[in-house]
Structure formats: C-alpha cells, structure tokens
C-alpha cells in the first residue's frame, strides 16, 4: 500500500497498524516517484491495494498529480484515498478524481464561532457514488463503523460552527497572500511552502474551485536555526497545533508531529526548525506587522553573544 508525498505521521502509523500491514512512501512526491511506482505496478508479484495521499500535503504544502494517480488506479485496479484537510473543500473539488475523500473536521470546518472545539475528533469520510469500488468500500464502512446518534450539545455546536465556513475560508485564504509574500522576500527566511509555490502548485490549481484559493496554511524555513527560534518566541500570536482557527496559530512542527523521527524529517527536506502558521481572520496588515516584528527581535538575537 504506497504513502504518496509526505503524510501526516499519524496517518502513516495508523496504516502501518492496519491489515494491510505494509505502507510503501515515496515521501517526496515527485513526478519520478510516480515513475518507480509505475514500474512496480507492472511487476506481476507487486499487487497495491489503495494509494493514500494528501493535497496539499500537511507541512510541505506539495500537491499530487491526481490525475495521473488516477490513472494508474484505473489501470492496475487499485483505490485512491486522499486527504484534502489542508486544502479543503470549499477550496478544491477533488472527488472526480479519487475513490474516497477524508477530511478532518477539527479544523477549518469547526473552526468558527469562538473556535468552539468541543467536538473531540470529528471527521468526514466521502466515498465517490462513481467509483468502480463503491460497493465494496461503502459495504466495509458499513461492517466496521457503527451509525450513532451524537450528544445533541455536539452536533449544536459542529452545525453552529461550520455555518459560515466558506467565508472564513476565503477571509483567511486572501489573509495568506501578504503573508506569503512578506515572507517570501525576507532575507532571513530560507523557504516558504505554500501551496501556490513550487512545481506541484499547478496540480493543485486544477483542482481548485472557480471561487476557491490556496488555503491560509504555509511552512517557513529560516536560514538560520536560532533566528526561527527567536521569532517563533516572539510571535505575537497563540501557539497551537490545530489550523483553521479564527485567530492565527503557529507551531515548531517537526519537534510536536515528528518528535522521535526528527533526524529522518531532515532527510527528507524538514529541518527541525521548520514553523507552521495557519493564518486567521484577523487585519492582514496586523498579521503581517506582528510577523515583521518577530523577525525583527529575532535578528536582534543574531548579534548577541
């Protein structure tokens, strides 16, 4: 079962405990990792059941080709699961494409009204009315997930938060855009990933909706380890691990997500150092201004010994 682009480290181990008990990665997500997978499809003793990826990847922002995943799902006969928390669907329609949609709704979905988290865990599963597998995927869900009535409080609050969604999610997408850009020409900052940068934004432009954007989610790389800390402690905004929240959130990802796997995330192109913002609904100006100022503390802290 191959793990396309770089995953969630949940998802990995959850699948790795699954009983397909085997996950392939092809962690980079490149054009030539399609080409390896492709070649071991033709191999008779190679058989793949489902292919899971995210779009756009959660840290490195990079997008799959889903179209030519989709492809060699429809020539070798297996399923494409896709994770499109990060860009989500009120941004991208991506159903054509693959067998089963997952969302976490723990994000931008409930992510309104106070930022209310009182749903635990919630999250979606779409299954493609289309797909050759239907069936068999929806008749598996159907054995193992049992259908439950939530605590009414619960469903209150999911419904009273996702209400207004879509404007949250376009106010925060054009919120990331001056973000991006700041960072982008600061001399200090190394990288921006985002998915409106790089080779594979365009197979994310293609599927993205005709009112949809590029997300409020980016990673920034410092050239320097001890200025991405400097500016990280004096980021004027909450700290947490979710995204999508009404107000801006950052976290030093590799050291909370990959802890025990950090030198491996280097590796593979995340430093430790690596800093996720999920941009809120605050004034873009006021955004911008406090990331300025960080990064101007940080720069202070260079020159002291």
């Given at each position: 079962?191959p793990?396309?682009?770089?995953?969630?480290p949940e998802?990995?181990r959850v699948?790795?405990?699954?009983?397909w008990?085997?996950?392939i990665?092809?962690?980079?997500?490149?054009d030539?990792?399609l080409?390896?997978l492709?070649?071991m499809?033709?191999?008779?003793?190679?058989h793949v059941?489902a292919l899971f990826?995210?779009?756009?990847?959660?840290i490195?922002f990079?997008?799959?080709?889903?179209?030519?995943?989709?492809?060699l799902a429809d020539?070798?006969?297996?399923?494409v699961?896709c994770?499109?928390?990060?860009?989500?669907?009120?941004?991208l329609?991506?159903l054509?494409?693959v067998?089963v949609?997952?969302s976490?709704?723990?994000n931008?979905?409930?992510?309104?009204?106070?930022c209310n988290?009182r749903?635990?865990?919630p999250s979606?599963?779409a299954?493609n009315?289309n797909?050759?597998?239907?069936?068999r995927i929806?008749s598996q869900?159907?054995?193992?997930?049992?259908?439950?009535?939530?605590?009414?409080?619960?469903?209150?609050?999911?419904?009273?938060?996702?209400?207004?969604?879509?404007?949250?999610?376009?106010?925060?997408?054009?919120n990331?855009?001056?973000?991006v850009?700041?960072?982008?020409?600061?001399p200090?900052?190394?990288?921006?990933?985002?998915?409106?940068?790089?080779?594979?934004s365009r197979w994310?432009?293609k599927?993205m909706?005709?009112e949809?954007?590029?997300?409020?989610?980016?990673?920034?790389?410092?050239?320097?380890?001890?200025?991405a800390?400097?500016f990280?402690?004096?980021?004027?905004?909450?700290k947490?691990?979710s995204?999508?929240t009404?107000?801006?959130?950052?976290i030093?990802?590799?050291?909370l997500?990959?802890y025990?796997?950090?030198?491996?995330?280097?590796e593979?192109?995340l430093?430790?150092?690596?800093?996720?913002?999920s941009?809120?609904l605050?004034d873009?100006g006021?955004i911008?201004?406090?990331?300025?100022?960080?990064?101007?503390?940080?720069?202070?802290?260079e020159?002291?010994?």
């Amino acid at each position: 079962m191959p793990c396309y682009s770089w995953l969630y480290p949940e998802t990995v181990r959850v699948l790795r405990r699954s009983p397909w008990n085997r996950a392939i990665s092809f962690k980079w997500g490149t054009d030539k990792e399609l080409d390896e997978l492709e070649h071991m499809l033709k191999n008779p003793g190679h058989h793949v059941t489902a292919l899971f990826c995210e779009i756009p990847s959660n840290i490195k922002f990079i997008s799959p080709n889903l179209e030519r995943i989709r492809h060699l799902a429809d020539e070798y006969n297996f399923i494409v699961a896709c994770d499109e928390t990060a860009g989500n669907f009120v941004n991208l329609d991506i159903l054509p494409f693959v067998d089963v949609v997952l969302s976490s709704l723990t994000n931008m979905f409930s992510g309104g009204f106070r930022c209310n988290r009182r749903q635990s865990t919630p999250s979606s599963v779409a299954v493609n009315p289309n797909s050759r597998h239907y069936t068999r995927i929806h008749s598996q869900l159907a054995i193992q997930h049992e259908s439950v009535y939530c605590f009414p409080g619960d469903v209150a609050v999911l419904k009273r938060n996702s209400a207004n969604m879509a404007a949250r999610v376009r106010k925060s997408n054009a919120n990331a855009v001056p973000v991006v850009e700041f960072l982008q020409q600061h001399p200090s900052v190394e990288q921006v990933n985002h998915p409106s940068l790089g080779p594979t934004s365009r197979w994310y432009t293609k599927h993205m909706r005709r009112e949809g954007g590029y997300g409020n989610v980016l990673s920034v790389v410092m050239r320097e380890p001890k200025t991405a800390q400097g500016f990280y402690d004096n980021l004027d905004v909450c700290k947490g691990s979710s995204f999508g929240t009404n107000f801006t959130l950052a976290i030093p990802y590799v050291q909370l997500a990959c802890y025990w796997d950090q030198d491996k995330c280097e590796e593979y192109g995340l430093p430790r150092h690596v800093i996720r913002i999920s941009v809120g609904l605050e004034d873009a100006g006021e955004i911008v201004g406090k990331i300025r100022s960080a990064l101007e503390e940080a720069e202070k802290g260079e020159g002291e010994t």
